[in-house]
C-alpha cells in the first residue's frame, strides 16, 4: 500500500505522495494551522496514533522525504517543521477538506445585514467579515462603468444651477451639480429631461462617455445654450469612479494579534498596502485559474517583497453587469478551509442585499 503513490498537481509539477506522506504533510499543516509551534516529530507521533501507529524515528524518515520535496522546512535549528510555500500550495489545491459554515453562523451573518441600508451593505460586509475571520478583509467597490442607467432626473436649484441625479442599477445613485451662465427656462429642462431619458435609459455609463454628445447632437434645438452645457459637462457627468473611492478595509488591528507578527518590522507590509490602494487593486484583480470563483495566492505567489508573509483568499461578486472584488488578507498560517468559505459565502450574499 505504502508503494501506491496519489499524483498531485502543483503548478507544472506533478508530485507522487504515498498515502502515509500525505496524511504527515496535511496532520504538520493542521497543527502548524493551529499552534504556529513548528511540528516535531515525536509530537505528530502523538498526534497521529489514533489513526497511523508510527514511531517517531519513522516520521522523522518521512518528513525529511517531504522536505527534501520543500514541502515543509526547519526554521533555524529548531527540530520542528513548518510548511514550505510548495507545501501550503499542495494543501489548498488537492489536500484541504472545505469547511462549510453553520447554520449558526449562516443566521448570525444574515442577522447582522437584516437592518442595512442598500448603500451600507460593502461597508458593512466588510466589516463584518474582518470580525468573523479575524483577517484584513478587503471589499472593492464594483466599476460603475459597467452600470446601466435606468432613469436621469434633471432638477433646477436656485439661481443658475441644475442638479442631475442618475440613478444606476443596483441601487447606485450619482449626483452632478452643473451651474450656468444664462437664465434657465424650465420648459426647454423638460423636454431635454424627457429627450435624454429616451435615449440614455437602459445604457451602460461607459456607452454614454464616450456617446453622449452625438446624442444630443440629434436634439431638435441643439443650438440651445443648455444643451451645450450638458455636452460640455459630459466627463463630469458620466465619469468613472475614482480609485481612492473604490476600497473598504477592515480588520487591521487583526493582524497585529498574530505570532508571525510581533515583530512590527513584519507589519511593514500591511502598513504599505493600506496606504497604497493601487497594490490592493492589483492583488484583488489576480484571479486567473480560479476555481470554484475563489482565488488563493499564498507568499510569494503575491508577487510583492513586502507581502511574502501573507496569504490572500479573493472572489469576485456581481452587482447586476458591474463585477467587484472581495478578499482576505492574513498570515500564511491561515485557516484556508473555513475562510474559502467564508469569502465564498459573502460573495453571494453581497449582491442580495445590494439589489
Given at each position: 500500500?505504502?508503494?501506491?503513490?496519489i499524483?498531485?498537481?502543483n503548478?507544472?509539477d506533478?508530485?507522487?505522495?504515498?498515502?502515509?506522506e500525505?496524511?504527515?504533510l496535511?496532520?504538520i499543516?493542521?497543527m502548524?494551522?493551529?499552534?504556529?509551534?513548528?511540528?516535531g516529530?515525536r509530537s505528530?507521533s502523538?498526534?497521529?496514533?489514533?489513526d497511523?501507529?508510527?514511531?517517531?524515528?519513522?516520521?522523522r524518515?518521512?518528513?525529511?522525504?517531504?522536505e527534501e520535496?520543500?514541502?515543509?522546512?526547519?526554521?533555524?535549528?529548531?527540530?520542528?517543521?513548518?510548511?514550505?510555500?510548495?507545501?501550503?500550495?499542495?494543501?489548498?489545491?488537492s489536500?484541504m477538506?472545505?469547511?462549510e459554515?453553520?447554520?449558526?453562523?449562516l443566521?448570525d451573518?444574515?442577522?447582522?445585514?437584516s437592518?442595512?441600508?442598500a448603500?451600507?451593505v460593502l461597508?458593512?460586509?466588510?466589516k463584518?467579515?474582518?470580525?468573523?475571520s479575524k483577517?484584513l478583509?478587503?471589499?472593492?467597490?464594483?466599476?460603475?462603468?459597467?452600470?446601466i442607467?435606468?432613469?436621469?432626473e434633471?432638477?433646477?436649484?436656485?439661481?443658475?444651477r441644475?442638479?442631475v441625479?442618475i440613478a444606476?442599477?443596483?441601487?447606485?445613485?450619482?449626483?452632478?451639480?452643473?451651474e450656468?451662465d444664462?437664465?434657465?427656462?424650465?420648459?426647454?429642462?423638460?423636454?431635454?429631461?424627457?429627450?435624454?431619458?429616451?435615449?440614455?435609459?437602459?445604457?451602460?455609463?461607459s456607452?454614454?462617455?464616450?456617446?453622449?454628445?452625438?446624442?444630443?447632437?440629434?436634439?431638435?434645438?441643439?443650438?440651445?445654450?443648455?444643451?451645450?452645457?450638458?455636452?460640455?459637462?459630459v466627463?463630469k457627468?458620466?465619469?468613472?469612479?475614482?480609485?481612492?473611492?473604490r476600497?473598504h478595509?477592515?480588520?487591521?488591528?487583526?493582524?497585529?494579534?498574530?505570532?508571525?507578527?510581533?515583530?512590527?518590522g513584519?507589519?511593514?507590509g500591511?502598513?504599505?498596502?493600506?496606504?497604497?490602494?493601487?497594490i490592493?487593486i492589483?492583488?484583488l484583480?489576480?484571479k486567473?485559474?480560479?476555481r470554484?470563483?475563489?482565488?488563493?495566492?499564498?507568499?510569494r505567489?503575491?508577487?510583492?517583497?513586502?507581502?511574502?508573509?501573507?496569504s490572500?483568499?479573493?472572489?469576485?461578486?456581481?452587482v447586476g453587469?458591474?463585477?467587484?472584488?472581495?478578499?482576505?488578507?492574513?498570515?500564511?498560517?491561515?485557516?484556508?478551509?473555513?475562510?474559502?468559505?467564508?469569502?465564498?459565502?459573502?460573495?453571494?450574499?453581497?449582491p442580495?442585499?445590494?439589489?
Amino acid at each position: 500500500m505504502e508503494d501506491n503513490r496519489i499524483l498531485i498537481s502543483n503548478g507544472n509539477d506533478t508530485i507522487g505522495l504515498s498515502e502515509r506522506e500525505k496524511q504527515i504533510l496535511q496532520t504538520i499543516i493542521h497543527m502548524y494551522l493551529l499552534n504556529a509551534v513548528p511540528v516535531g516529530s515525536r509530537s505528530l507521533s502523538k498526534y497521529l496514533q489514533r489513526d497511523l501507529k508510527l514511531s517517531p524515528a519513522t516520521i522523522r524518515n518521512v518528513m525529511a522525504d517531504l522536505e527534501e520535496r520543500q514541502l515543509i522546512t526547519h526554521p533555524h535549528t529548531s527540530a520542528g517543521r513548518v510548511p514550505t510555500d510548495k507545501g501550503y500550495r499542495i494543501y489548498v489545491d488537492s489536500l484541504m477538506n472545505i469547511e462549510e459554515l453553520s447554520e449558526n453562523e449562516l443566521k448570525d451573518i444574515t442577522l447582522q445585514f437584516s437592518d442595512t441600508k442598500a448603500e451600507s451593505v460593502l461597508k458593512q460586509a466588510s466589516k463584518l467579515l474582518g470580525m468573523i475571520s479575524k483577517y484584513l478583509s478587503i471589499i472593492e467597490i464594483p466599476n460603475i462603468d459597467d452600470l446601466i442607467v435606468e432613469k436621469i432626473e434633471i432638477i433646477s436649484l436656485y439661481g443658475n444651477r441644475i442638479l442631475v441625479v442618475i440613478a444606476l442599477n443596483s441601487n447606485i445613485i450619482r449626483t452632478v451639480t452643473l451651474e450656468a451662465d444664462f437664465e434657465i427656462d424650465m420648459k426647454i429642462l423638460q423636454e431635454i429631461s424627457s429627450f435624454i431619458n429616451e435615449r440614455t435609459s437602459s445604457r451602460k455609463l461607459s456607452y454614454l462617455r464616450q456617446n453622449f454628445s452625438g446624442i444630443m447632437e440629434d436634439y431638435s434645438g441643439k443650438d440651445a445654450p443648455l444643451i451645450r452645457l450638458f455636452i460640455d459637462s459630459v466627463d463630469k457627468l458620466f465619469e468613472n469612479s475614482k480609485t481612492t473611492d473604490r476600497i473598504h478595509i477592515s480588520g487591521t488591528q487583526n493582524l497585529l494579534s498574530y505570532p508571525e507578527f510581533e515583530d512590527l518590522g513584519r507589519v511593514k507590509g500591511v502598513v504599505e498596502l493600506i496606504e497604497n490602494e493601487d497594490i490592493i487593486i492589483h492583488l484583488l484583480d489576480n484571479k486567473e485559474n480560479a476555481r470554484d470563483g475563489i482565488k488563493v495566492l499564498i507568499g510569494r505567489e503575491l508577487n510583492n517583497e513586502l507581502l511574502e508573509d501573507y496569504s490572500l483568499i479573493v472572489s469576485n461578486y456581481e452587482v447586476g453587469p458591474a463585477c467587484g472584488s472581495i478578499g482576505l488578507i492574513g498570515p500564511k498560517r491561515m485557516n484556508y478551509s473555513k475562510m474559502v468559505s467564508l469569502v465564498k459565502y459573502f460573495s453571494s450574499l453581497i449582491p442580495k442585499y445590494i439589489s
